[in-house]
């Protein structure tokens, strides 16, 4: 009897280390997509070489169903120097297999020239991000990323973005991060969104979608659908809103 319960103890013990391990794995895997998720003007991953007009801020917010679980974000952000964009954000990450979680994030993202009369741009964005529940080591974040970044506009109606970087995650180590997307007006107030990208360790995804203006430089929506490019399974819907302020300060 005793070795019987001892073999049921240790099988007990080991599912509970297992169960952990993978609760955390697959928190940690939430908090990079969402941190490189969070990078961008939703719902692309892929960013543009562009900041917020001086002195204006916005709120983003959105909701992310994914075949594993649901997250939802709130993300302001402001450019008070005129050349510098900040962005704070905060998530609620519901996965299906383990413990609801908050993950926090921070950006910052810059313009370092523009050419050809701005039909280019080129900058930089980089950012750190903390999900709460997760083990973190002896550093207050488990993702950092950075990101060069570029933009041709050789159109008024159309847009082209190209990224490419790094990030490290605990436990997972350093990873190639990159995306490009294309950005097209079909009408004024009506955008189509396509982009492949690279978030975190694996294949890469797809993701399409459309953006709506409800109010020129002040309110827009947006959904889109994204999954991986060799798989089925790990399909996602993004549907949100942003809303932009006038000019904040003098």
Same mark, same amino acid.
């Given at each position: ?6 073999? =049921? ?6 599912? =509970? #280390?297992?169960?952990?391990? $993978?609760?955390?794995? &697959? ?15 939703? /719902?692309?991953?892929? *960013? !543009? ?17 994914? &075949? *594993?679980? =649901? ?7 402001? $450019? ?7 962005? +704070? ?24 020239? #523009? ?15 903390? !999900?709460?529940?997760?083990? &973190? ?23 082209? !973005? ?5 990030? $490290? ?11 490009? !997307? ?18 975190? /360790? ?11 203006? +409800?109010? /020129? $430089? ?22 949100? +809103? ?9």
């Amino acid at each position: 009897m005793y070795g019987g319960e001892s073999a =049921r103890s240790f099988a007990l013990n080991s599912l =509970r #280390r297992r169960l952990i391990a $993978n609760r955390s794995a &697959h928190l940690l895997t939430m908090s990079v997509v969402a941190i490189s998720s969070a990078e961008a003007a939703q /719902p692309l991953v892929t *960013d !543009d070489a562009a900041v917020l007009a001086p002195k204006t801020c916005q709120l983003e917010a959105w909701a992310r169903s994914a &075949h *594993d679980g =649901r997250e939802y974000w709130a993300q302001p952000a402001c $450019n008070l120097t005129g050349n510098v964009e900040l962005t +704070i954000g905060a998530g609620r990450a519901r996965p299906d297999v383990a413990e609801a979680s908050t993950i926090l994030q921070l950006q910052a993202k810059t313009v370092l020239s #523009r050419l050809a009369d701005r039909e280019w741009s080129f900058g930089m964005l980089a950012a750190a991000g903390r !999900d709460i529940a997760a083990p &973190h080591g002896s550093s207050a974040f488990q993702v950092y990323a950075a990101k060069a970044l570029a933009s041709w506009y050789p159109r008024s109606d159309l847009e082209v !973005d190209v990224n490419l970087g790094a990030a $490290n995650a605990y436990s997972a180590g350093t990873f190639v991060v990159a995306g490009a !997307d294309i950005q097209y007006a079909v009408i004024s107030n009506l955008q189509l969104l396509a982009e492949v990208f690279r978030d975190q /360790p694996g294949p890469g995804k797809y993701q399409v979608g459309a953006r709506y203006i +409800i109010v /020129p $430089n002040c309110v827009e929506a947006y959904a889109s659908y994204a999954n991986r490019l060799n798989k089925s399974s790990e399909r996602s819907v993004v549907i949100g +809103i942003r809303v932009q302020t006038a000019a904040i300060l003098p």
